[in-house]
């Protein structure tokens, strides 16, 4: 099947790959900072998201459940205090590292943003390498494996620096959508993605291809990593999809 545009998100989204990058959401109504944030966080590396209020901000964390959100304290439709404040009461979103971003500068302000939820609070105006700076050491602390070569559950090892990939200590090889699937997994230990989540993650959302074809290669996964004497490490659940995680 040849490859189609597929309908267009309301975040917007440049890399191709992006199972190989965290990814940072951006919720700021601002279009110049917007731009600024975007330009310098790609340069950092990171998969970028947009989103202009706090209510298409949510929607956009619920769906694609990014690794860190940088949130403006000041938005139309819905607050960043109160997107951080729902994002803490629901089970999967509570651990998503969030930065808030501000003109107020109140002592009382910033603890009324850390109270909340968030992980950190950056003042505006504010230097772009600091908001970098911080923005690293967030995801140091939130998600840890993001910052290492070396991905690992259980007897299931990858090293991201020579793309080896091994299960009790015997090499696997794997194709390159594979390769991704299987790291996205490792990167998320014990979540459930649905297919259209996959698809968005590790093939791209400018790419289309059939929910189908995540069964397919789901499959080929598994049976490459599982091994004589191994256990199947990739969990499928019923009418919600697929987790790194052994059944039982």
């Not at 600024?36 to 998201?49: D, P, Q």
Request: with cysteine; aromatic share 6%; proline share 5%.
């Amino acid at each position: 099947m040849a490859d189609r545009t597929r309908p267009a998100h309301n975040g917007r989204e440049t890399d191709r790959d992006p199972a190989n990058r965290p990814t940072v959401l951006v919720v700021e109504d601002e279009p110049a900072l917007l731009a600024l944030l975007r330009y310098n966080l790609e340069s950092e590396g990171y998969r970028v998201l947009e989103a202009k209020n706090g209510e298409e901000g949510l929607t956009l964390i619920r769906e694609t459940k990014p690794d860190l959100v940088l949130l403006d304290w000041m938005l139309p439709f819905l607050s960043g205090i109160e997107v951080c404040r729902q994002m803490r009461r629901l089970p999967d979103l509570k651990s998503i590292a969030v930065i808030m971003l501000t003109a107020k500068s109140e002592e009382a302000d910033k603890l009324r943003g850390l109270e909340v939820g968030a992980d950190d609070y950056v003042t505006k105006p504010f230097s772009p390498s600091e908001l970098m700076a911080r923005v690293k050491a967030v995801l140091r602390r939130a998600r840890p494996q993001l910052s290492t070569e070396t991905l690992a559950y259980k007897d299931l090892s990858m090293d991201l620096a020579t793309h080896r990939v091994k299960r009790m200590e015997k090499d696997v090889h794997l194709g390159p959508t594979e390769f991704r699937l299987l790291r996205f997994l490792m990167e998320n230990q014990g979540r459930v993605f649905s297919r259209e989540q996959l698809l968005d993650h590790v093939w791209g959302r400018d790419i289309y291809v059939e929910p189908r074809t995540v069964d397919v290669h789901i499959r080929r996964l598994r049976k490459a990593i599982n091994i004589e004497g191994a256990a199947d490490v990739i969990r499928t659940v019923r009418a919600a999809g697929y987790s790194l995680d052994v059944e039982g």
